[in-house]
């Protein structure tokens, strides 16, 4: 079927069920065809454009996947075969180096992130190595690592508590329940990966994912305190405020094992704080303290499993200091993960937490190391990277695993080149696992406390971090400060939940009530150096859009321009207002509650006797009070056009042009015989343009009898369909520009003189307006500035549609048509000497 018979079965659909094609579109305009020297638009240089609206079928084919959809989705799938092909023996070096310093620091706090988990050491192992070990397969990022963290393993170590207390019989075996939520989340987190709305994680704020960070790594750390001091006799998993007090209240308790935590964590910083100072110092030699000071763990865990070798060599069997104990060589808690439904249950409120933690670490680290980095990654392929690493790592006995900030930090410093330096670590930690349970045997619970602490510690947000915070956006360290306190005097969990909904409450809120601001307009020029833009030598004076143009600023200077400066109102009787932050159904009743309630403080009714008896007037708008005479307030204008700024909004919907809708019928009524004249400028959104014309905007109002056009004096925004720009053109712009201030002045002297010369110079400057604007057509195609003369000449467009005259491209161009409106119609009587020109 064709375009036309389509229109026609359409359009007779629509007189069946009364369907009303141009509803609220008094002019019918929507389709007409506008043409040159017609009175819609009369200079013959310019071409007509009517914009075509966009179709529903058009929207449809926006969002509707086609085969070539699937095909990216699934060329995008696997990342690694866009650069595998060009592997070379350069970035096998810097892999290599890369993966296996990763790989020494992650043996020692893989195992220690396991006991945080409340599971065997080896299991923190095994997660590690299927985490490195699959990740590149999806990867977008070269330098996140893959593992136990210790914010997680906390989280896991906290669902294995909750659901042991709901089914004890898996006390024996929290790994199963490990495994359980590893393969729950990692599903999960896929699924949404898959469908590709990794857009989600940005709704977790920069503050949010601070405060969790900071209440997480004091949680972890004051946790960890009776490890390291050998204390025991209450449980170090309560509210981090409860484990600080039963620390002071069990201090004499404190047992040999504090000996080796302390001087290990005391060790651990002084290593570092030497390398840093001996980098700074000698920076030649940077690359060798980095590597110094990244092996520091995996020196110091060798160091104390010597010396506790020593300490315990003879009491093998009643340690003097609490040790791992046997670590079983190879996989041996391979299998398939235990899923089912009782399972499911008893951790299913704590799923949602689990998901955050995985998804905040390593989105927000990899976003951070892509900059860093200078590429970028895609949120919803790692999400697919994440998600499949949690599901396929519990076959080996993997718990929940997420980016590590701190092995992330190193990898990239060590200079990783691509994700593939992953499967380094991977055999390196394959080797741990197979070559080193017997050295693990002696390594103390207190040393690996201690690498704990040190490792949290970068996480916690530092006070300068803060004050920046501060002087950016104070309400975000007050959601900051709240979600660190909530988590030491809950959980991580509820601190998690506190900051984001907070941070998303917080975000409705500025949405709500998002506050518009009425503009005015200023004249401004150009200063550079010592002459103002425009000025006789000064730098662009032979370019006249350079030397004075107009801005519009708020009225009431709340934007912090100078208060000095006079911001003048727009004309009496028109109104301008600029939208600050969208315009939809939570926000719209706000804005136009405070843009009418100014309206009708600044502005007049146009018929102060249009109730002429008081039966007839509102309850709601009484008026004078019985025999007294109703006020004129001559000094105030009455309401003649309103121009909104849609800069800032890119879509509407329903709720708001109704709120629209309303508004102006409203204000027809308080104008009443007159109407209101609607422009609507810097509308950047094409379905946007065609919402507001659905609703009749765009369109000049019907006044009477009289056709809208015949009481529509248009003003249109042209822009050179090519022509000459040189200096010539410039020249000749400045000479007919001194002409016409000449004509100008000549004409405003015989006004003065008075008489009927003067009237006759009026009535034909008149006529010439109104004409088909030959005069200027002649003088445009003889005019260099405009490629006439001996060049070829220059031809011009309308920038948006003729059919929707009331639609602007810019706040000038609407306060131009505005004001010459007024005008035309002998409204502006009242603002005498205000006009087009000083527009």
């Not at 220690?112 to 299927?130: D, E, H, I, N, T």
């Not at 019989?169 to 790994?175: C, G, L, T």
């Not at 991977?426 to 201690?450: R, T």
């Given at each position: 079927m064709s375009s036309r018979a389509a229109a026609k079965v359409g359009h007779g659909l629509a007189k069946v069920l009364g369907i009303k094609l141009q509803y609220r579109n008094p002019t019918g305009a929507g389709q007409v065809d506008l043409t040159r020297g017609e009175?819609?638009?009369?200079?013959?240089?310019?071409?007509?454009?009517?914009?075509?609206?966009?179709?529903?079928?058009?929207?449809?084919?926006?969002?509707?996947?086609?085969?070539?959809?699937?095909?990216?989705?699934?060329?995008?799938?696997?990342?690694?075969?866009?650069?595998?092909?060009?592997?070379?023996?350069?970035?096998?070096?810097?892999?290599?180096?890369?993966?296996?310093?990763?790989?020494?620091?992650?043996?020692?706090?893989?195992?220690?992130?396991?006991?945080?988990?409340?599971?065997?050491?080896?299991?923190?192992?095994?997660?590690?190595?299927?985490?490195?070990?699959?990740?590149?397969?999806?990867?977008?990022?070269?330098?996140?690592?893959?593992?136990?963290?210790?914010?997680?393993?906390?989280?896991?170590?906290?669902?294995?508590?909750?659901?042991?207390?709901?089914?004890?019989?898996?006390?024996?075996?929290?790994?199963?329940?490990?495994?359980?939520?590893?393969?729950?989340?990692?599903?999960?987190?896929?699924?949404?990966?898959?469908?590709?709305?990794?857009?989600?994680?940005?709704?977790?704020?920069?503050?949010?994912?601070?405060?969790?960070?900071?209440?997480?790594?004091?949680?972890?750390?004051?946790?960890?305190?009776?490890?390291?001091?050998?204390?025991?006799?209450?449980?170090?998993?309560?509210?981090?405020?409860?484990?600080?007090?039963?620390?002071?209240?069990?201090?004499?308790?404190?047992?040999?094992?504090?000996?080796?935590?302390?001087?290990?964590?005391?060790?651990?910083?002084?290593?570092?704080?030497?390398?840093?100072?001996?980098?700074?110092?000698?920076?030649?030699?940077?690359?060798?303290?980095?590597?110094?000071?990244?092996?520091?763990?995996?020196?110091?865990?060798?160091?104390?499993?010597?010396?506790?070798?020593?300490?315990?060599?003879?009491?093998?069997?009643?340690?003097?200091?609490?040790?791992?104990?046997?670590?079983?060589?190879?996989?041996?808690?391979?299998?398939?993960?235990?899923?089912?439904?009782?399972?499911?249950?008893?951790?299913?409120?704590?799923?949602?937490?689990?998901?955050?933690?995985?998804?905040?670490?390593?989105?927000?680290?990899?976003?951070?190391?892509?900059?860093?980095?200078?590429?970028?990654?895609?949120?919803?392929?790692?999400?697919?990277?994440?998600?499949?690493?949690?599901?396929?790592?519990?076959?080996?006995?993997?718990?929940?695993?997420?980016?590590?900030?701190?092995?992330?930090?190193?990898?990239?410093?060590?200079?990783?080149?691509?994700?593939?330096?992953?499967?380094?670590?991977?055999?390196?930690?394959?080797?741990?696992?197979?070559?080193?349970?017997?050295?693990?045997?002696?390594?103390?619970?207190?040393?690996?406390?201690?690498?704990?602490?040190?490792?949290?510690?970068?996480?916690?947000?530092?006070?300068?971090?803060?004050?920046?915070?501060?002087?950016?956006?104070?309400?975000?360290?007050?959601?900051?400060?709240?979600?660190?306190?909530?988590?030491?005097f809950a959980s991580i969990e509820d601190g998690i939940y506190t900051t984001i909904c907070v941070s998303v409450a917080v975000l409705l809120f500025r949405v709500v009530k998002a506050k518009g601001r009425f503009i005015g307009k200023v004249k401004i020029h150009s200063v550079i150096g010592d002459h103002m833009d425009g000025q006789s030598g000064s730098f662009g004076s032979n370019d006249p859009d350079k030397s004075t143009r107009n801005l519009f600023l708020p009225i009431s200077h709340n934007d912090g321009s100078n208060p000095e400066v006079d911001v003048e109102s727009p004309y009496p009787g028109i109104f301008m207002y600029r939208f600050s932050e969208g315009f939809n159904y939570p926000n719209a009743n706000h804005y136009l509650d405070d843009m009418v309630a100014t309206i009708f403080k600044e502005t007049r009714r146009t018929n102060p006797a249009q109730y002429p008896r008081l039966g007839d007037r509102p309850w709601n708008d009484p008026g004078p009070r019985r025999g007294q005479p109703i006020p004129i307030q001559p000094d105030k204008p009455t309401l003649k056009a309103i121009i909104l700024d849609f800069s800032s909004v890119n879509n509407v919907d329903i709720t708001s042009v109704q709120h629209l809708i309303d508004v102006r019928n409203q204000l027809d009524r308080y104008a009443s015989p007159d109407t209101v004249d609607w422009h609507l400028a810097c509308i950047n959104n094409r379905w946007t343009k065609r919402a507001l014309a659905s609703a009749g905007f765009g369109f000049p109002t019907p006044q009477g009898d009289a056709p809208a056009f015949e009481r529509w004096k248009p003003v249109f925004s042209v822009a050179e369909i090519g022509g000459q720009n040189s200096a010539a053109a410039a020249a000749e712009y400045d000479v007919n520009e001194k002409a016409l201030r000449r004509q100008r002045t000549e004409e405003a002297r015989s006004r003065s003189i008075g008489g009927d010369k003067a009237d006759a110079i009026a009535r034909g400057l008149d006529t010439a307006s109104s004409t088909s604007g030959s005069d200027l057509a002649l003088q445009l195609e003889n005019s260099k500035a405009y490629g006439g003369g001996k060049g070829p000449r220059a031809r011009v467009a309308a920038v948006h549609g003729l059919n929707k005259p009331l639609f602007h491209v810019d706040l000038t161009s609407a306060l131009q048509s505005a004001v010459a409106n007024v005008e035309m119609r002998g409204d502006g009587a009242v603002a005498k000497g205000v006009g087009t020109e000083g527009v």
């Open positions: 009175s819609a638009y009369s200079v013959s240089t310019a071409d007509t454009f009517v914009e075509q609206e966009p179709t529903s079928l058009e929207w449809i084919s926006q969002i509707a996947p086609t085969p070539r959809t699937f095909t990216n989705w699934a060329y995008h799938l696997f990342p690694f075969t866009h650069w595998i092909g060009r592997y070379n023996a350069s970035w096998l070096v810097g892999d290599l180096i890369a993966g296996i310093t990763v790989g020494a620091v992650v043996v020692p706090q893989s195992m220690a992130y396991a006991k945080l988990a409340l599971l065997p050491v080896q299991f923190g192992l095994y997660s590690s190595f299927m985490g490195v070990l699959i990740y590149w397969f999806f990867a977008t990022s070269k330098d996140i690592t893959i593992g136990p963290v210790a914010v997680m393993s906390t989280v896991t170590g906290t669902v294995v508590t909750e659901v042991i207390k709901v089914l004890p019989e898996y006390k024996d075996h929290p790994n199963i329940i490990a495994s359980a939520l590893a393969v729950i989340a990692g599903a999960v987190i896929c699924f949404i990966g898959l469908i590709r709305c990794g857009w989600i994680v940005d709704f977790i704020s920069l503050s949010a994912i601070s405060a969790y960070m900071t209440g997480s790594a004091l949680n972890i750390a004051v946790g960890q305190v009776p490890a390291l001091m050998g204390i025991t006799g209450f449980s170090n998993r309560d509210a981090t405020y409860k484990v600080f007090i039963h620390i002071l209240q069990h201090l004499g308790r404190t047992k040999l094992d504090a000996a080796l935590g302390l001087t290990a964590l005391t060790m651990l910083y002084m290593i570092r704080s030497v390398c840093n100072y001996g980098a700074r110092k000698m920076p030649h030699r940077a690359k060798t303290f980095f590597f110094i000071s990244t092996l520091r763990t995996a020196f110091v865990i060798l160091l104390y499993t010597l010396i506790s070798w020593l300490m315990n060599r003879h009491h093998r069997k009643k340690p003097l200091i609490a040790i791992l104990g046997a670590v079983p060589r190879g996989f041996k808690n391979a299998a398939v993960p235990t899923i089912n439904k009782k399972l499911i249950k008893a951790f299913a409120n704590q799923l949602p937490a689990s998901i955050i933690v995985i998804l905040i670490e390593h989105i927000a680290i990899a976003k951070s190391f892509g900059r860093i980095n200078n590429y970028t990654i895609d949120p919803s392929q790692e999400m697919v990277a994440i998600g499949v690493s949690n599901l396929l790592g519990p076959f080996l006995g993997a718990y929940p695993a997420t980016g590590s900030f701190s092995r992330t930090a190193i990898k990239a410093k060590a200079g990783v080149r691509t994700p593939l330096a992953g499967v380094i670590t991977a055999l390196v930690v394959l080797l741990a696992i197979y070559a080193l349970p017997a050295v693990f045997f002696y390594i103390s619970n207190a040393s690996l406390s201690a690498v704990i602490i040190h490792a949290v510690g970068d996480l916690i947000t530092p006070p300068n971090t803060i004050y920046q915070f501060w002087r950016i956006s104070p309400l975000e360290v007050i959601i900051f400060f709240a979600g660190v306190i909530v988590t030491v």
